[in-house]
């Protein structure tokens, strides 16, 4: 028989935002676009939001052409991390907010039984 564990808000947060990059298998859930758990937690842990910048190659047989590199720089919040993420591959934040309700925990208070109503989880809200 498996044994029960206690897991902290904090852990289940961290997990949350983890699968909100890289979806969820076991359930039929997808992620980001080429970015799995391992991935997804160090991008989480290095806090590094990316923004495109434009460019053309100076040399070489392809000079002239514009390019577009992914610059990352220091997040305001997890959610920047992951939004960028999903813009970098052609998506936005409207797939990365779906992902990130479908692998959310309902808390206490959120699902309210006598209604059916369930409250929707929101990214934070950023002070810019």
């Not at 699968?19 to 842990?45: F, H, K, W, Y």
Request: net charge negative; with cysteine.
């Amino acid at each position: 028989n498996p044994k029960p564990f206690h897991i902290t808000p904090e852990e289940a947060e961290h997990w949350h935002l983890v699968q909100s990059l890289a979806g969820d298998m076991t359930d039929n859930i997808p992620g980001c676009t080429n970015i799995g758990v391992v991935r997804a937690e160090r991008l989480l842990e290095e806090n590094l939001a990316l923004f495109p910048e434009e460019g053309v190659i100076t040399r070489g047989k392809n000079k002239g052409t514009k390019t577009v590199k992914w610059v990352g720089r220091p997040a305001e919040s997890p959610w920047d991390v992951i939004v960028s993420n999903y813009q970098k591959v052609g998506l936005g934040e409207n797939e990365a907010l779906q992902t990130a309700r479908l692998t959310h925990l309902l808390k206490f208070g959120e699902y309210d039984a006598l209604t059916g109503e369930v409250t929707l989880w929101q990214p934070p809200k950023t002070t810019a």
